[in-house]
C-alpha cells in the first residue's frame, strides 16, 4: 500500500497529491469511496465556537430532499473527535480560476454573463429559502463544475446560519463587502442578505469588464474613498462597454448603491434573469436558449443526456394546458414499447408546473425535407415515396395496437432521422391532440385542418382511426404530385371541398405509377367506412417490394475481405497492379454510374480534410479534438479502400441492408489499374500509425469519450466487420460534442466548412441515391468566402 495514502471514513486519499488547499479551518481534499467515486472532504477542525454556524448550514443542506444544482450537494457529514467530516461533490476550479483562464483567450458573451448572474441569483435565493447565509460571496467562493457538453455550472460554497439575521464582517472579503459592512459604526441598518446583492454588483462588473475592479484598491483608505464617493451620488454610474447590451450594464447601477434600501432585490434579479437551461434527474440538460418548436401544447427544445452523452430533444408542456393530461397518457402508453417509426419515448418527468417528455432527436421534419426537394426541383422517386408511405403506415399500425388514434397526421409531425447507414428512417411524433380508444369512437374537433378528415371537423360526429387514413392520403397526394389536392384558403374553402366529395369521388390525377393514384381514390374519401382499413393498406401490393428481402444471399454468408491492420499487401488481385501510382482520374461531371466511383469520391473528400489538417500543423501544433477528428477521418479513408478491395474479391457489398453490385467488370478492372489501391492504404496507414498517442486532460470528458469511441472503431477494424458507413457513425458522435467549440474557434474557415460538409455527407448524398451525384459535387469545389461563411452560420443556429 501506498504509504501517502489516508483513509478517514469509507473515502481514501493521497495525503501529497491530494490535498487541494490547507485552509486556517482545516483541509480540502480530493477523495475517493469504494467504488472509486470521486468526491470532495472539507475538514473544519473543532476549535471556540466560530464554527457551529457553518455546520449547521452544511446538515441543513443535506438534509434538504429538493436540491440545487446551484448549491454544493452534500452526501456525507460525521464528525470525530478533532474535525467535522464534510463529503461534497468535487468541482474543477473556483469561479475565479475559471474567469483568468477564460479571459486568456476571450471574453465572456452577453449571453455568458447573463446565465452566469442567473445562476448565482438562483442558487442565492435556494439558499434564502433555507434560511442559509453566505459567510464570504466573491468569485473565489463560487465554484465551477464543467459538464460534458462543456456548459458551465456554477455552485455557491461558502455557508453559514445566522439567526439574528445579521452578518460578521470579519468572515467577508473587504473588497466584497458593502458600505455597510465595511464601514457598520457609520450606518445604523440592520444587515441583510442586500449586502450580498452589493458583492454581486462588483462580479458582475468584473464579468463585464474582463477582470478590472471597480475600484483599483491598494489599501482601505481607497476603497473608503470609493464609499465616501458612492455615498454622494448614491448609485455607481457604470461605464459603457459596445459589447455588453444596455440592459446588462444598467444593472450594475441597480446594484452598486450606497443605500442598501435602494438596491434593487434578490426577487427581482430573478425575474430579470430567467434561466438559460435546466438540468432534470441530474441527467438531462434542457437548452431552453435553443427551441425547436412551439404549438398549443407546449414547446420543444434540444437535449443532452449527460450520463450517456446523447443528444435528445425535450418537450415541455405546462400542466395547466387542455390536455396534457392525455398527452402524458398516450406517452406513457408508448414508453417501453419501442417501434422504429414511432418516436422513441425516454423518459417522463413530471413536477408541479410542467411535464417534460423527453425523446430521441431526429434530423428534420419530411414537411423541411420536401421543401428542400421541392425548392432544388428534385422529385422524389417512386420507391422513396413508397417507402416513406410504409414506414408511416407499419408506425400508425403500432400505434392502434396502443389504442391511439393520431388525429393530426401532417408532413410537420413527422420526422426523418438518419441510421447509420445514412437511410431515412420515419418517426411519427406529436400526439398532443391525440386520443386514447375507449370506445373506439371520440367527438372532440382537433386536427390540422388542411389535412383534417371532414368528421374530425364536424362537430359531434363520431369518428375512429379511419380519420387518419384519410390524412394519409391528403400526404400521398402531397408526395406524389408536390401539391395539395386542391389550393384551399379558408376553413369554409375546406369543407366545401369536402362537401363535394360527398357526393362526388375525389378525381386525383393519373400518376407513372397507377397504385398511388389508387390509393389515394381509396383513402380520400368522404364516408370513412369507405375508405381503405389500416390492416388493408398494411398489405397492399404497392409494398410487396419493401417487404420483399434485398437478395437471397445472407449478409452472415459473405466473407469481408478487409485490408490488414499491418502495412502487409493486399491479397493477390486477380489482375497485376502498377508498383508505382498512375496519375489518379480527373474528376467526371457526370453522374455516378458504379458504386465504387462513389465511395472513392469520399476517400477523395476525407483526403481533401486530412490535407487541411497536415496545413494547419505545419504552423500549430492540432489541439487534442481536432487531432481525434483526423484520426476518424483517416479510418474513413481506409474503411473506403477496404469496401472498394471487397467490391474487387466479391463483385458486390452490402451497405445499409441493400446489395450493390458492380455493374461492368471490364470498367471496373480497367478503372482499378489506374488505382493502386494497396499504396493508398499503405499511405493512409503510415499517415495514422505515426500520429502521437494522445492523453485525455484530467476532467476532460470529451477527450475521453472521443478516445473510447477511436478504440471501439478499432476494434471493428480487428474484428473485419468495418463499412465506411460504420466508420463515419463514430466520427459523428464525436463531432457532435466538439462541433460548437469548433464553429467558434479561430480555426480556418475552411476547415471549418469541410468539417460540417463531411459531417452531413450522407444526408446531402445518400449512399442509396448515389446515381443521382457526381464525384465533382460530392468532393465539393471550393465556394466563396460568403458561401462557406453562410453555411458555418446556419450549422451555429442549429447548435445554440
Given at each position: 500500500m501506498d504509504r501517502h495514502l489516508r483513509k478517514?471514513?469509507?473515502?481514501?486519499?493521497?495525503?501529497?497529491?491530494?490535498?487541494?488547499?490547507?485552509?486556517?479551518?482545516?483541509?480540502?481534499i480530493k477523495c475517493k469511496d469504494n467504488q472509486d467515486q470521486v468526491y470532495c472532504l472539507k475538514q473544519i477542525r473543532k476549535f471556540g465556537d466560530n464554527y457551529r454556524n457553518e455546520i449547521e448550514a452544511f446538515k441543513r443542506l443535506k438534509l434538504e430532499k429538493q436540491k440545487h444544482i446551484n448549491t454544493l450537494r452534500v452526501?456525507?457529514?460525521?464528525?470525530?473527535?478533532?474535525?467535522?467530516?464534510?463529503?461534497t461533490e468535487l468541482c474543477e476550479f473556483t469561479f475565479e480560476q475559471y474567469l483568468i483562464?477564460?479571459?486568456?483567450?476571450?471574453?465572456?458573451?452577453?449571453?455568458?454573463?447573463?446565465?452566469?448572474?442567473g445562476q448565482i441569483v438562483r442558487g442565492y435565493q435556494y439558499l434564502r429559502r433555507l434560511k442559509i447565509n453566505v459567510r464570504d460571496f466573491t468569485p473565489k467562493?463560487?465554484?465551477?463544475?464543467?459538464?460534458?457538453?462543456?456548459?458551465?455550472?456554477?455552485?455557491?460554497?461558502?455557508?453559514?446560519?445566522?439567526?439574528?439575521?445579521?452578518?460578521?464582517?470579519?468572515?467577508?472579503?473587504?473588497?466584497?463587502?458593502?458600505?455597510?459592512?465595511?464601514?457598520?459604526?457609520?450606518?445604523?441598518?440592520?444587515?441583510?442578505d442586500l449586502c450580498d446583492i452589493y458583492a454581486l454588483g462588483l462580479i458582475h462588473y468584473m464579468m463585464c469588464f474582463k477582470g478590472d475592479n471597480i475600484v483599483n484598491v491598494e489599501d482601505f483608505s481607497k476603497l473608503q474613498k470609493f464609499h465616501e464617493d458612492l455615498q454622494v451620488m448614491n448609485a455607481f454610474q457604470c461605464p459603457r462597454n459596445s459589447f455588453i447590451p444596455v440592459e446588462l450594464l444598467s444593472l450594475i447601477s441597480k446594484i452598486v448603491v450606497y443605500n442598501p434600501e435602494d438596491r434593487i432585490n434578490w426577487d427581482d434579479l430573478e425575474q430579470r434573469l430567467p434561466s438559460h437551461f435546466l438540468i432534470l434527474k441530474d441527467q438531462y440538460f434542457v437548452n431552453l436558449k435553443s427551441i425547436l418548436g412551439s404549438g398549443a401544447q407546449g414547446s420543444t427544445y434540444n437535449t443532452q443526456d449527460l450520463k450517456n452523452n446523447q443528444q435528445l430533444v425535450c418537450k415541455v408542456i405546462p400542466n395547466t394546458k387542455e390536455g396534457t393530461s392525455r398527452e402524458k397518457q398516450i406517452f406513457d402508453q408508448i414508453k417501453g414499447k419501442d417501434n422504429e417509426n414511432v418516436i422513441k419515448i425516454v423518459d417522463i418527468i413530471i413536477n408541479t408546473q410542467d411535464t417534460y417528455l423527453i425523446m430521441e432527436k431526429c434530423d428534420q421534419s419530411l414537411q423541411s425535407y420536401l421543401k428542400e426537394k421541392f425548392d432544388s426541383k428534385q422529385q422524389l422517386s417512386e420507391n422513396e415515396i413508397i417507402e416513406i408511405l410504409f414506414q408511416i403506415v407499419q408506425g400508425y399500425c403500432f400505434l392502434k395496437q396502443l389504442g391511439v388514434i393520431h388525429r393530426d397526421l401532417k408532413p410537420d409531425n413527422i420526422l426523418l432521422k438518419k441510421n447509420q447507414q445514412g437511410k431515412n428512417v420515419i418517426k411519427i411524433i406529436d400526439f398532443g391532440v391525440g386520443k386514447i380508444i375507449g370506445k373506439d369512437v371520440t367527438f372532440t374537433e382537433a386536427g390540422t385542418p388542411l389535412f383534417a378528415a371532414p368528421e374530425v371537423l364536424l362537430h359531434g360526429v363520431a369518428y375512429d382511426y379511419q380519420c387518419d387514413i384519410f390524412s394519409l392520403g391528403v400526404i400521398l397526394h402531397y408526395l406524389a404530385f408536390q401539391k395539395m389536392f386542391k389550393e384551399i384558403n379558408s376553413r369554409r374553402e375546406l369543407i366545401e371541398f369536402h362537401q363535394s366529395i360527398k357526393n362526388r369521388p375525389f378525381e386525383c390525377q393519373k400518376h407513372n405509377n397507377p397504385l398511388f393514384t389508387e390509393l389515394i381514390k381509396k383513402m380520400i374519401v368522404y364516408d370513412p367506412s369507405k375508405r381503405i382499413t389500416w390492416e388493408q393498406l398494411q398489405v397492399h401490393s404497392i409494398f410487396d417490394e419493401v417487404r420483399k428481402p434485398q437478395t437471397n444471399i445472407q449478409p452472415q454468408q459473405i466473407q469481408i475481405h478487409t485490408l490488414p491492420q499491418q502495412p502487409n499487401p493486399l491479397p493477390q488481385q486477380p489482375y497485376p497492379l502498377p508498383q508505382q501510382p498512375n496519375p489518379l482520374p480527373q474528376p467526371n461531371t457526370n453522374s455516378f454510374i458504379e458504386i465504387y466511383k462513389y465511395i472513392f469520391a469520399l476517400y477523395n473528400l476525407a483526403n481533401k480534410i486530412v490535407q487541411l489538417f497536415e496545413e494547419i500543423e505545419k504552423e500549430i501544433m492540432l489541439q487534442e479534438q481536432f487531432y481525434i477528428l483526423k484520426q476518424f477521418i483517416i479510418r474513413f479513408q481506409l474503411s473506403?479502400?477496404?469496401?472498394?478491395?471487397?467490391?474487387?474479391?466479391q463483385q458486390q457489398i452490402i451497405l445499409d441492408g441493400r446489395v450493390y453490385q458492380v455493374k461492368s467488370q471490364r470498367d471496373f478492372s480497367e478503372w482499378?489499374?489506374?488505382?493502386?489501391?494497396?499504396?493508398?492504404?499503405?499511405?493512409?496507414?503510415?499517415?495514422?500509425?505515426?500520429?502521437?498517442?494522445?492523453?485525455?486532460?484530467?476532467?476532460?470528458?470529451?477527450?475521453?469519450?472521443?478516445l473510447e469511441l477511436l478504440n471501439e472503431l478499432k476494434n471493428h477494424f480487428q474484428n473485419q466487420d468495418i463499412t465506411f458507413l460504420l466508420t463515419h457513425s463514430y466520427f459523428k458522435k464525436f463531432f457532435q460534442l466538439v462541433k460548437l467549440q469548433i464553429l467558434i474557434s479561430n480555426q480556418s474557415l475552411k476547415l471549418k466548412y469541410f468539417l460540417l460538409k463531411f459531417q452531413n455527407v450522407f444526408q446531402e448524398y445518400p449512399v442509396q441515391d448515389y446515381v443521382a451525384f457526381s464525384e465533382i459535387k460530392l468532393t465539393l469545389k471550393i465556394l466563396e468566402t460568403n458561401s462557406m461563411q453562410n453555411y458555418i452560420e446556419g450549422e451555429l443556429k442549429q447548435n445554440q
Open positions: 478517514i471514513g469509507n473515502y481514501t486519499f493521497d495525503a501529497q497529491k491530494d490535498i487541494i488547499v490547507e485552509g486556517r479551518r482545516g483541509p480540502i452526501y456525507d457529514f460525521w464528525e470525530d473527535d478533532s474535525n467535522f467530516n464534510i463529503i483562464q477564460r479571459w486568456k483567450t476571450m471574453s465572456l458573451n452577453s449571453d455568458e454573463i447573463h446565465d452566469f448572474l467562493t463560487i465554484l465551477v463544475q464543467r459538464l460534458i457538453n462543456d456548459r458551465m455550472i456554477l455552485k455557491i460554497s461558502d455557508y453559514c446560519i445566522n439567526e439574528n439575521g445579521r452578518i460578521d464582517p470579519r468572515t467577508r472579503t473587504p473588497y466584497y463587502q458593502s458600505p455597510e459592512l465595511f464601514n457598520p459604526k457609520s450606518m445604523k441598518i440592520k444587515q441583510s473506403c479502400l477496404i469496401c472498394i478491395n471487397q467490391l474487387q474479391k482499378l489499374q489506374q488505382i493502386n489501391c494497396q499504396q493508398l492504404y499503405d499511405q493512409s496507414l503510415k499517415n495514422y500509425n505515426s500520429m502521437r498517442n494522445i492523453q485525455a486532460p484530467q476532467n476532460s470528458q470529451i477527450i475521453t469519450k472521443g
